[in-house]
């Protein structure tokens, strides 16, 4: 009934700043806020230092799936021990009816914030999405597919330097969980095609396709426009890049998986050539 749906909302348990999870991470503010979690920017009171911790909204606790996927996607992350992999501090953890897990800080925010209010100049946002690059090559050894590259999940260290975010999405060798056939899955515009229509069924070249659509992002100074090789192919021509660049984002946004003929390793490459020729 709408009195019981009612009752089991208020009967969720919220946050607010000031609260301490685990004895020890008091909450000062939301970082981020998405459809699945909650990141609150937090105090570590034992280690004196501030870190970000990822909370999964309280009304998916009762959702199985929901809360498998996010376990999972912070084991993955535990596991991925790369520079360019955001580690995990604490977690997941399941307190008083909440899922979390506790990351570093990164200073910098993430990618779209530092292209949009133009805070990170374009080399070194190639090269920060260079070292992304090589971190999904790491992943793609070890059976992991990332399915969710995108600006907002590359995160910047105080430095300047990339780092790979939210592997709750994350298809591997080992997942016994996750997207049945048939099923969608990503974010729109920088999801690969054949990811939207089912994906339980991508590999590799999904992850290049968002790995491509996320460096237009940065050429672009905007999001791209979504199947962009199809819709606006003249945008390749308009993009301040070299042809080498410009010729590895054509094969990497094509709309067919089988015509991305291009690994993430060779496009880290690619990157560091245009931001050599940009020094």
């Known amino acids: 009934t709408i009195t019981t749906f009612k009752r089991s909302l208020r009967d969720r348990p919220t946050l607010a700043a000031g609260d301490v999870l685990g004895h020890r991470y008091r909450l000062l503010a939301v970082a981020g806020h998405g459809g699945v979690a909650t990141v609150w920017k937090a105090s570590d009171q034992l280690e004196k230092r501030l870190v970000a911790i990822k909370v999964l909204h309280s009304q998916w606790a009762q959702d199985r799936s929901r809360v498998e996927r996010f376990m999972a996607g912070a084991r993955r992350m535990t596991i ?3 520079p360019a992999i955001v580690p995990i501090i604490d977690g997941p953890v399941h307190e008083d009816g909440l899922y979390y897990l506790v990351m570093p800080w990164f200073a910098g925010g993430d990618l779209t914030q530092a292209v949009m209010n133009d805070t990170l100049d374009r080399p070194k ?3 920060a999405l ?3 690059a090589r971190a999904l090559a790491y992943a793609h050894t070890h059976g992991v597919v990332h399915r969710d590259i995108k600006p907002s999940n590359i995160l ?3 430095h300047e330097r990339g780092c790979l975010t939210d592997f709750d999405m994350a298809w591997a060798e080992d997942t016994t969980h996750g997207t049945r056939s048939g099923a969608g899955l990503g974010t729109f515009v920088y999801a690969a095609p054949e990811q939207m229509q089912d994906a339980s069924r991508v590999d590799a070249n999904a992850d290049v396709y968002g790995l491509g659509m996320t ?3 940065v050429l672009l100074g ?5 199947l962009v090789s199809m819709t606006q192919p003249e945008l390749f021509e308009q993009m301040k890049c070299g042809e080498h660049l410009r010729h590895i984002l054509r094969v990497a946004v094509a709309y067919d998986a089988r015509d991305r003929a291009v690994t993430v390793d060779e496009i880290a490459a690619a990157l560091d050539d245009e931001v050599g020729q940009s020094a």
Do not use: G, M, S
């Open 80 to 82: 991925l021990r790369h």
């Open 125 to 127: 946002a190639l090269a």
């Open 130 to 132: 260079a070292q992304v």
């Open 156 to 158: 910047l260290d105080a």
């Open 215 to 217: 460096i237009l992002f």
């Open 222 to 226: 905007r999001t791209p426009p979504p």
